[in-house]
Structure formats: structure tokens, C-alpha cells
């Protein structure tokens, strides 16, 4: 595998150009007198070889190339995708070794960042090779409109012309690729007036380590989604559309919602929640599900109070209710539409059903091939709590009360919803526990009385 590494250099110019080159020489001939006033003469002698061995080492490594990159591209018409490329990737490999660096905190994520400033060299090391940064603001002097005119210089021994072309560009890309991919903000888009989406920033911080699922569950979910992204060849292949499709079942409070959030945060795709009751006909249906970008996650939440989705009357196209003043569809005939839709584009689409009521939904629906994994979610047991105590209450790991509470919810039915809003009521853990125990007590008290009453 490729290795790179940045070592920054603020002193060294020895590398660069031939004019460079002639400032070592008279450094070194400084040097040379500096050393015989200060240093005994066997250390002298062993210095200056050395320092010989160096500058004549880089005069026989032939020529240097020298790449220019410039932040703006086809006559200033764009940007240079190259240039951000390589500012996004050069403060990656900063060791602790920088001198200068401009520093700062970007709008679009609270942390702090780092990026190359004009005092900066830097020297990257790929593989065998050695690539020597240097950003250079307006190089040609022009006068500067709103743009900053900023040019990258890379250079390199000839040598590796084509390795730098082939691999070590390409290297620098995909590395910029992966960097978008994970500061990429996940959007929620909605449908508002005129049935045209609408879209915010989803900053929900659900993620699967903070959803309070049984462990088992997590990871087949985590494998299933995995498996999905890996297998796009296969599903151009065989022509189906790169699509997955999930059933979410469980009662109210049981993170149906969550997960799709932390899917959407996992994958970085945007959240595309299609309420069908907005939708005044099929074009719109149609439109909505056209205008709709790749990489998504498409909710309909619900569908067993979806008035607009009737039982199944047809597998085929939309259902005409006439009587009613308005285009019906069935869930089966919604899919089939998606299918047609995706089948070609190629695109990754993961669909998502949520119901309270599974026993409610059209059996077409449940048919295999059609929803092809269908996740019940219910009521906490112990390693469910366990991930919420961590959550809200900082408690990783053991808790001498755990044990009370892995009885009391064999017995006592509760949702991860009532569970986080139990523990929130109290900022010590101790507290907080013990409270959220009387609670189980008490709800368990009135299961059994209401047994009690049943058998009498
Ligand atoms: N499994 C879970 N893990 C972590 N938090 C959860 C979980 N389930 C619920 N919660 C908490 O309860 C809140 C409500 O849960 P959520 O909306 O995901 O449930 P839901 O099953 O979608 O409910 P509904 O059926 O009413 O839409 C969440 O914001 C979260 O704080």
C-alpha cells in the first residue's frame, strides 16, 4: 500500500531550483569560515564532508520538475478542483514539525482547522519519492479582484514525472475525496408548498453507537448496510436498481426515527421524507421522486395511517379513485414506480418504511424481494439500557444497580424514549438510577395488580 508522510521544512531551500542550489554554496562557504573560528578541526573536516556528500547528491539528482496548480482553472472560468485537492490534503500529513500554519475555525463544523500559508514548504514523502509543496499567493502579482489568486508549486525529481501524474496526483484526490465524504453535512428535505422539496441541515446526533439496540441487532443491521454499498457491481449486473429496502416495526418511542438518522449520519446520505399526504397527484409523486439526488435515504413514515396509500387493488401503476377526487396509489405500485425509476440510474437509494402497526400493512408489501429487511424494534432490555445510561448518564461500563434494573425490565415493558426521559430528570447518576428504579417498581406494582383484577 502507499505511504506518505509530510515532514515540514521552513528553512531548507536547498531543493527547489538551481538559484537555490547557488545559496547553499555560499552558505556553505560561510559556514566553512564560521567552523574555523568555532569547531576542532577533525570535527570540521567530518561536517564539511558531510555537508559536501548533501549538495553534491542534490546537484547529480538531475533536474527538478516543477508543477504549477493554480487555484483557478480555463481561464479563471472555475475553480481548479486540483488546487482545493491539495489544500484540503497538505494540512492532513502536518506533523509536528511546522513552523507557520494559518489556523482557524471553519463556519461548517466547530472544530478547528489548519491550512499551508505562503511561509510554508512542505515535503511530502509517497512511496519512494519526495514532493516539495510551496502555496504562493497572486505569483503573478496581477491585481486581485474578489478571488485570492493563490498557485500551489509541486516539485519533484524528474524522474518520477509519470509516477507523480499516475499515482501520486490520483493519491492526493482520493484522499480529498474521502475528506468531503466525511465533513459532508447530511440534509433533511421535506416536502413544502407547491410539493416542491425544501431542505435543513439534519444536525441530529443520533449515530449507531448511541442507538440502544440489542448488540445483535446493530451489527446486522451494520453488515446488511455494508453489504448493500459493496455490492453495486453485482446489482449492474443482474440490472436491478442499487436500491435497499427497510421495515421499520415497533411502538412509538422505540428509535424507528433514530435509526434512520444514524443511517443517514453513517452513510452520509440525505434524508428525503415523503409525506404522501402532501402530494396532490401522481405527477407530483413523480416529480417528487425525480428531483431527488443520489445517495439518499427516502422515509415514508407511518404507512399503515397513510390515508393516501390504500390496500393493495393493483400491482400496476396507480389505482384511480375517481369517487374521491384524487389519484390513490398502493405501496406495491409505489415500489414498482421507484423500481422503474432507479432501475437504469445506477444511483444508491435505500428506502425506508416505519409503522407502529405491522399487523396493519398490505401483505404485498411484506413479500420477499420487497422490503428486504424488515427490523422489529421494542422495548429495553438490559445492554439497550446499558447504551442509554452511557448516553445520558456517563456511565461506561458496570454500575452496582445494573442488575435491579436488567430484572425489572424482563418484567416491565419500556421504550429507549421513556427510558432517556426517566434519566434525564437528574443530574447524578447515583440519583438517577435509583430514581428511574422506583419507576419500574411502581409500573411493575401496577402490572401486577392488573393481573390480579384480570384473574378475579
Ligand atoms: N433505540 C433508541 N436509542 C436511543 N435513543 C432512543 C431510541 N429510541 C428512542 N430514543 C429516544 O427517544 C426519542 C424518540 O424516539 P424515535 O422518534 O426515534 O422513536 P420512533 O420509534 O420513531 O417513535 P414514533 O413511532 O413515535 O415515530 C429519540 O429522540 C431518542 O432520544
Known amino acids: 500500500m502507499a505511504s506518505s508522510s509530510l515532514n515540514s521544512l521552513v528553512t531548507s531551500k536547498a531543493l527547489s531550483t538551481a538559484t537555490t542550489l547557488a545559496t547553499v554554496a555560499a552558505s556553505l562557504m560561510f559556514l566553512r569560515t564560521t567552523i574555523n573560528d ?22 547529480i539528482k538531475g533536474t527538478i520538475v516543477m508543477l504549477e496548480i493554480n487555484q483557478l482553472w480555463d481561464d479563471h472560468q472555475s475553480y481548479n478542483q486540483l488546487f482545493k485537492a491539495a489544500k484540503a490534503y497538505l494540512p492532513t500529513r502536518i506533523t509536528r514539525t511546522y513552523k507557520s500554519l494559518k489556523v482557524g475555525v471553519p463556519d461548517v463544523d466547530d472544530k478547528i482547522a489548519f491550512a499551508l500559508n505562503s511561509k ?30 493563490s498557485t500551489f508549486f509541486l516539485s519533484f525529481n524528474a524522474k518520477h514525472r509519470d ?10 484526490l482520493s484522499v480529498y475525496e474521502a475528506i468531503k465524504a466525511k465533513q459532508r453535512n447530511v440534509n433533511l428535505h421535506y416536502i413544502s408548498s407547491y410539493s416542491q422539496w425544501s431542505r435543513k441541515e439534519l444536525k441530529h446526533p443520533a449515530t449507531f453507537e448511541t442507538l440502544a439496540f440489542e448488540p445483535e441487532l446493530k451489527q446486522r443491521i451494520l453488515e446488511d448496510i455494508e453489504r448493500f454499498l459493496r455490492r453495486k457491481e453485482l446489482y449492474k449486473k443482474v440490472g436491478k436498481p442499487w436500491k435497499r429496502g ?3 416495526y415497533g411502538p412509538p418511542g422505540t428509535g424507528k426515527s433514530s435509526l434512520v438518522v444514524a443511517m443517514a449520519n453513517y452513510l452520509k446520505f ?7 399526504a402532501r402530494l396532490s397527484c401522481d405527477s407530483d409523486l413523480m416529480k417528487a421522486m425525480t428531483d431527488m439526488s443520489n445517495r439518499s435515504i ?14 393493495r387493488d393493483s400491482d400496476s401503476g396507480y389505482v384511480s379513485k375517481p369517487n374521491q377526487g384524487m389519484r390513490k396509489f398502493t405501496l406495491s405500485s409505489l415500489l414498482n414506480y421507484m423500481d422503474g425509476l432507479w432501475s437504469s440510474s445506477g444511483e444508491e437509494r435505500i428506502i425506508v418504511f416505519t409503522t407502529n ?27 439497550a439500557f446499558r447504551t442509554l445510561a452511557s448516553n445520558y448518564l456517563d456511565i461506561h461500563g458496570d454500575h452496582p444497580l445494573f442488575q435491579q434494573i436488567d430484572v425489572l425490565l424482563e418484567k416491565v415493558q419500556v421504550t429507549p424514549a421513556v427510558i432517556a426521559e426517566q434519566l434525564l430528570r437528574y443530574e447524578d447518576s447515583d440519583v438517577a438510577l435509583k430514581e428511574f428504579i422506583r419507576f419500574l417498581q411502581h409500573k411493575d406494582i401496577i402490572i401486577a395488580e392488573a393481573d390480579n383484577t384480570t384473574q378475579v
Open 357 to 383: 402497526h405491522v399487523e396493519k400493512i398490505d401483505p404485498a408489501l411484506l413479500r420477499p424481494g420487497r422490503m428486504d429487511m424488515h427490523i422489529n424494534l421494542t422495548f429495553s432490555k438490559g445492554n
Open 120 to 149: 510554508q514548504e512542505v515535503v511530502d514523502e509517497f512511496e519512494d519519492m519526495k514532493l516539495y509543496w510551496k502555496l504562493v499567493d497572486n505569483p503573478q502579482n496581477v491585481p486581485t479582484d474578489a478571488f485570492e489568486k
Open 270 to 276: 440525505d434524508v428525503y421524507n415523503l409525506e404522501l
Open 38 to 59: 568555532l569547531i576542532p578541526h577533525q570535527l570540521q573536516t567530518l561536517i564539511l564532508s558531510k555537508l559536501k556528500d548533501l549538495f553534491s547528491k542534490a546537484q
Open 246 to 248: 427497510y421495515l421499520l
Open 163 to 172: 509516477r507523480v501524474i499516475n499515482e501520486y496526483l490520483p493519491h492526493v
Open 298 to 311: 427516502v422515509v415514508i413514515e407511518d404507512i399503515d395511517c397513510n390515508k393516501e396509500v390504500h390496500t
